[in-house]
């Protein structure tokens, strides 16, 4: 805290690049140190409001010559064109518009909102460390647990508004993906991401998510992996493939693409349950296939919580894809009832595989914010079929099947791809087990 308002004003305009302390430092940061850095980025890119004098008494300088247009105020950086000044002179000036000028400029320079999300990213990223310091006394150690908690909040205000400034207009996305099929051609894809609503969360899915990126360069470099590696069936029955929360529809159009050039072709479902998601749906599906009647893929809606199994719902699919679609606590138990009815048991009139169908899930590992953490209620809901106890359940004589993690992966993020707060995603293979 500081102690005059005059104080506080001035320490707020300091450049976060030039005053937040190094991180390769951190082990020798106190509490107080660390708490101070984050009351300077509060003030400066949250400020509350406050009862302060009508008049601040500011220190200022003064040059032998202008170096910037007074109509341009100086952001903070250091520039070429300046001199070094044999005498400055303090003197005390009634804080003017020109300084809300200095302060609202340094604000929105996208370098130092850059420097201080990642700043912010890496201090959160090696905080357990520093919290958890043997030799300091338990007081000191719970102050330290607050600042890492005011720095998560921070953090996730930051991605808020970044989020909101980006959603503002409707952007088309190109994404290629190379692809071991088709003798080493590119997968290309282009996709309309538009504006999201700030009243309803349901409409996520206008957005393309860093997550779908990833699954989509995984199932390219190699479909066989993903029981893509024929359109058809044993029968030569087309495989049904199914995209839970599809969104933009990038998994949906990706499997489609790499048969685009066979003579049978899978069914490909994408659902979702947005009105104005399935319309972007329709559109992206159209734009990507403007010579295909009918399109390759058919849009459906999909209420997870309450869904209406009739056709096409009301046959089992070979493959269920979702990336990203674990957003709320009900989420996975939800998906989990979907995918009993939905995914292809073993040893059914309809089994074309022995272990029945697979269902493919992909999940932002998120380091703050209200998605933090999400990831547990997928391996709350889905047991590990690896498990002591799921191990003696295979080795009984079971005739019923329950739905178990096969498999489970951590991915790193894609340069350049994915919010500030994603460390990297889990990719989850799930299928049947007996029990």
Same mark, same amino acid.
């Given at each position: 805290m500081?102690s005059?308002?005059k104080?506080l004003? &001035?320490?707020?305009?300091?450049?976060?690049?030039?005053?937040?302390p190094?991180l390769?430092?951190?082990h020798?940061l106190?509490?107080?140190?660390?708490?101070?850095?984050?009351?300077?980025?509060?003030?400066?890119?949250?400020?509350?409001?406050s009862?302060?004098?009508?008049?601040?008494?500011?220190?200022?300088?003064?040059?032998?010559?202008?170096?910037?247009?007074?109509?341009?105020?100086d $952001?903070?950086?250091?520039?070429? *064109?300046? *001199?070094?000044?044999?005498?400055?002179?303090?003197? *005390?000036?009634?804080?003017? $518009?020109?300084?809300?000028?200095r302060?609202d400029?340094?604000?929105?320079?996208?370098?130092?909102?850059?420097?201080?999300?990642?700043?912010l990213t890496? %201090?959160?990223?090696?905080?357990?460390?520093?919290?958890?310091?043997?030799?300091?006394?338990e007081?000191?150690?719970d =102050?330290r647990?607050?600042?890492?908690?005011?720095a998560?909040?921070?953090l996730? /205000?930051?991605? &808020?508004?970044?989020?909101?400034?980006?959603?503002?207009c409707?952007?088309?996305?190109?994404?290629? %993906?190379?692809?071991?099929?088709?003798?080493?051609?590119?997968v290309?894809?282009?996709?309309?991401?538009?504006p999201?609503?700030n009243?309803d969360?349901?409409?996520?899915?206008?957005?393309?998510?860093?997550s779908s990126v990833v699954?989509? *360069?995984?199932i390219?470099?190699?479909?066989?992996r993903? &029981?893509l590696?024929s359109p058809t069936?044993a029968d030569r029955s087309?495989?049904?493939?199914?995209?839970?929360g599809?969104g933009?529809?990038?998994l949906?159009?990706?499997?489609a693409?790499?048969f685009?050039?066979?003579?049978?072709?899978p069914?490909?479902? /994408?659902?979702d349950?947005?009105?104005?998601?399935?319309?972007?749906l329709?559109a992206?599906?159209?734009?990507? %296939?403007p010579?295909?009647?009918?399109? !390759?893929?058919s849009v459906?809606?999909?209420?997870?919580e309450?869904?209406?199994y009739v056709?096409?719902?009301?046959q089992?699919?070979?493959?269920?894809?979702?990336?990203?679609?674990?957003?709320h606590?009900?989420?996975a138990r939800?998906?989990?009832?979907c995918?009993e009815r939905?995914?292809?048991?073993?040893?059914?009139?309809?089994?074309?595989?022995?272990?029945?169908?697979?269902?493919?899930?992909v999940?932002?590992?998120?380091?703050?914010?209200?998605?933090?953490g999400?990831?547990?209620?997928?391996?709350?809901? %889905?047991p590990?079929?690896?498990s002591?106890?799921? =191990?003696?359940q295979?080795?009984?004589?079971? /005739?019923?099947w329950?739905?178990?993690?096969?498999?489970?992966?951590?991915?790193?993020?894609?340069k350049?791809?994915?919010?500030?707060?994603?460390?990297?995603?889990?990719?989850?293979?799930?299928?049947?087990v !007996?029990?």
């Amino acid at each position: 805290m500081y102690s005059t308002p005059k104080q506080l004003f &001035s320490t707020s305009v300091c450049a976060p690049s030039a005053s937040l302390p190094s991180l390769s430092k951190l082990h020798l940061l106190s509490s107080s140190q660390l708490c101070e850095s984050l009351s300077n980025m509060r003030q400066l890119y949250a400020p509350q409001p406050s009862a302060l004098p009508s008049k601040l008494f500011l220190p200022t300088r003064k040059h032998r010559q202008l170096i910037h247009d007074a109509s341009v105020p100086d $952001s903070g950086y250091a520039s070429a *064109e300046e *001199e070094e000044c044999e005498c400055e002179e303090e003197q *005390e000036h009634v804080a003017s $518009s020109g300084d809300d000028d200095r302060l609202d400029i340094l604000r929105a320079d996208p370098l130092e909102r850059a420097f201080v999300i990642k700043w912010l990213t890496s %201090f959160i990223a090696r905080s357990d460390a520093w919290v958890s310091t043997d030799d300091i006394e338990e007081k000191e150690a719970d =102050r330290r647990t607050d600042a890492v908690e005011t720095a998560t909040k921070l953090l996730s /205000a930051f991605l &808020s508004n970044d989020q909101e400034e980006e959603e503002d207009c409707s952007i088309t996305r190109s994404f290629k %993906f190379a692809t071991q099929t088709q003798g080493g051609t590119v997968v290309g894809v282009e996709l309309n991401d538009a504006p999201l609503s700030n009243e309803d969360h349901t409409c996520v899915g206008l957005q393309s998510w860093a997550s779908s990126v990833v699954l989509s *360069e995984r199932i390219c470099a190699d479909p066989a992996r993903f &029981s893509l590696s024929s359109p058809t069936r044993a029968d030569r029955s087309p495989l049904r493939i199914l995209e839970l929360g599809a969104g933009t529809g990038l998994l949906s159009i990706v499997v489609a693409r790499l048969f685009s050039s066979t003579s049978v072709s899978p069914s490909i479902f /994408a659902t979702d349950y947005h009105p104005d998601v399935l319309l972007n749906l329709h559109a992206n599906i159209f734009n990507n %296939f403007p010579s295909f009647v009918p399109a !390759p893929i058919s849009v459906h809606r999909l209420d997870w919580e309450c869904p209406d199994y009739v056709a096409p719902m009301d046959q089992p699919f070979d493959l269920i894809l979702g990336a990203d679609v674990i957003y709320h606590p009900d989420h996975a138990r939800w998906i989990k009832s979907c995918v009993e009815r939905l995914l292809l048991r073993p040893n059914t009139p309809n089994d074309s595989l022995s272990a029945g169908g697979v269902f493919w899930l992909v999940i932002a590992l998120r380091i703050g914010g209200r998605h933090e953490g999400m990831f547990h209620t997928v391996e709350d809901i %889905f047991p590990d079929a690896h498990s002591s106890l799921m =191990r003696t359940q295979l080795g009984s004589n079971h /005739a019923d099947w329950q739905l178990a993690v096969l498999e489970k992966v951590e991915l790193g993020k894609l340069k350049g791809l994915g919010r500030a707060d994603e460390r990297g995603y889990l990719l989850f293979k799930i299928g049947w087990v !007996p029990c």
